[in-house]
């Protein structure tokens, strides 16, 4: 596996989608700054944003019979379509991930180090919308509820593993129809770092109860040090993505001793 | 039954709850009285399993809070003083997750549902998104979840503070039905009145210890009426509004 190019365009990645959000709420201040002359730019901006819609009726709930984790998932699905953090971080892991695909699909070893790397880089967005939801579920009206650690993990890790198979499966299928096939013992190479990439997120998610800013925070500084790690001394930072791994898995036993105050 | 033992609680140097035991009985309501500070919500989120002892332990129906959570929160309804939500989801999607955790047979909940909606006026707000609820109703939506599956053991933290009078009344109607169904209650609040009215023992709680316990003889006769002002204004809400 070439490590520095894929390292680079990781690292490229990162402020590449730091200067896009930063110029995308420069751009709605400005918009803003027609509407009050008078007043402080960001005031500016929230007054004449768009009032937001009277509540509107959402689709009839349906009333299910289903194992605690699938009613997870299913939480977490619905939240996610609706607008908000994990939405966004979805959003943007599945945009990468498709991006990957595509990659693949183009010939030579390098477009598929980038494919590598914006594969992960969807695993670690994923890991945050993981770290969002499994922390911000709310304590007071949630933990009362007959369910354990092991129903809130495993519904988001059983789709964790769809996904990341999923995609395996579908740059298989992709290069096999170009003649230009990727070995599947290369799928499964992807696949052990991004799960373990997912799983950090949620690991600390699931132990930072109403924490999620801190938990995606310490989610994004474990792999910013990997990577910044890598290149100094080869494979470190894939030595640490472990460490940070093991740690994040043994804090998980504060999931059970919540404090809500 | 609700079994509380030596229940210890500090938080940092202040001691929150110091030895506190206490038993609720199948098909009673113990009124859980106190001033703000006394302890009542620290001794029910900790009931509940929303945060841990320092010492002492916590049996919800024979089942231990912390050492078998799963068991014991399967008989428990916590209706809490303050209810957060997910306010992206309509409060039939939250009721709806929440009979799915609790295995809840999807026709009876709905039925469920539907009557306990109905009787608390949020029938025809159940598909809107929580994020424009008041604070009582979300209070009321945290009752509805709190006794969708009839638990063994309710406890109840300040949970009719906020909700208007016909809510109110059917909830504490409800509170009886569930107490008749053989449902241990814990009601906690700051309101004797409510107290006096709707349980039959009552523990008050101070500085986070046991002040006293009475039974219903000891304060008078049950006394379920509806006060007059009470029945005015229900008679009053009850009837169309004439400017509407």
């Keep these: 596996m070439p490590h520095a190019p894929v390292l680079a365009t990781f690292v490229a990645m990162i402020p590449a989608w730091f200067v896009v959000t930063r110029l995308t709420a420069l751009a709605a201040l400005r918009t803003g700054q027609t509407a009050r002359v008078g007043l402080p ?47 966004a971080r979805l959003t943007l892991a599945w945009t990468l991930w498709m991006m990957s695909i595509a990659l693949t699909l183009l010939p030579g070893p390098d477009p598929r180090v980038v494919a ?54 579908a740059q298989l299928a992709a290069t096999a129809t170009t003649g ?4 599947a013992a290369y799928a499964l190479g992807w696949m052990i770092p991004g799960l373990a990439i997912m799983a950090l997120g949620l690991h600390l998610g699931l132990s930072l109860g109403g924490l999620p800013r801190a938990a995606e925070n310490l989610h994004y500084g474990w792999l910013a040090t990997a990577v910044v790690l890598n290149p100094v001394i080869p494979l470190l930072g894939w030595v640490l993505l472990v460490v940070a791994l093991v740690q994040s898995t043994l804090r998980l036993r504060h999931w059970r001793t919540p404090e809500v105050v | 039954m609700l079994e ?8 940092g140097a202040r001691r929150a709850l110091d030895d506190v035991s206490l038993t609720v009985a199948a098909g009673s309501i113990t009124g859980l009285l106190g001033a703000n500070g006394a302890g ?16 002492g332990s916590v049996r919800v129906a024979g089942h231990d809070v912390w050492a078998a959570p799963i068991a014991a929160k ?9 209810p957060v939500f997910h306010d992206e989801l309509s409060a039939r999607e939250y009721l709806a997750f929440v009979a799915s955790v609790r295995a809840l047979p999807p026709d009876e909940a709905d039925a469920r549902v539907a009557e306990l909606s109905s009787s608390l006026d949020l029938s025809n707000r159940l598909d809107e998104p929580v994020a424009g609820f008041s604070h009582g109703m ?29 809510s109110a009344l059917a909830a504490k109607q409800e509170l009886r039905a569930l107490a008749a169904g053989g449902t241990a209650v814990l009601f906690s609040s700051h309101v004797t009145e409510t107290v006096e009215r709707l349980c039959d023992r009552v523990v008050m709680l101070r500085n986070g210890r046991i002040a006293a316990t009475l039974e219903r003889a000891e304060w008078g006769a049950p006394d379920d009426r509806v006060s007059p002002l009470e029945r005015i204004f229900l008679d009053l809400t009850r009837t169309p509004d004439p400017v509407a």
């Excluded at chain 1, 007054?47 to 997870?72: D, H, I, K, M, Q």
């Excluded at chain 2, 509380?4 to 938080?11: A, C, H, K």
């Excluded at chain 2, 979300?138 to 016909?166: M, N, Q, T, Y």
Aim: aromatic share 8%; proline share 7%; glycine share 8%.
């Design chain 1, 180 to 183: 230009d096939g990727i070995p």
């Design chain 2, 40 to 55: 009542k919500s620290t001794l029910l989120r900790t009931a509940a399993g929303l945060q841990p002892p320092d010492h």
């Design chain 2, 74 to 82: 399967a008989g428990l309804g916590y209706a809490a003083e303050d």
């Design chain 1, 41 to 87: 730019v960001a005031a500016r901006a929230l007054v004449s944003a768009r009032r937001t819609a009277p509540p509107r009726g959402l689709a009839r709930a349906r009333f299910r019979v289903e194992p605690a984790w699938r009613a997870l998932a299913r939480l977490d699905a619905a939240l996610s379509t609706r607008r908000g953090a994990p939405a």
């Design chain 1, 116 to 169: 590598f790397a914006a594969f992960l880089l969807g695993c670690a967005e994923w890991g945050a919308w993981a770290a969002w939801r499994a922390s911000g579920d709310p304590a007071s009206t949630l933990r009362a509820l007959p369910f354990g650690l092991g129903d809130a993990w495993r519904a988001r890790m059983v789709p964790a593993v769809v996904i990341v198979v999923g995609i395996a499966a």
């Design chain 2, 138 to 166: 979300r209070k009321k939506l945290s009752f509805v979840a709190a006794i969708l599956h009839r638990p063994r053991v309710l406890l109840c933290d300040e949970a009719l503070e906020g909700f208007d009078a016909p």
């Design chain 2, 4 to 11: 509380v033992v030596g229940l210890v609680r500090d938080y």
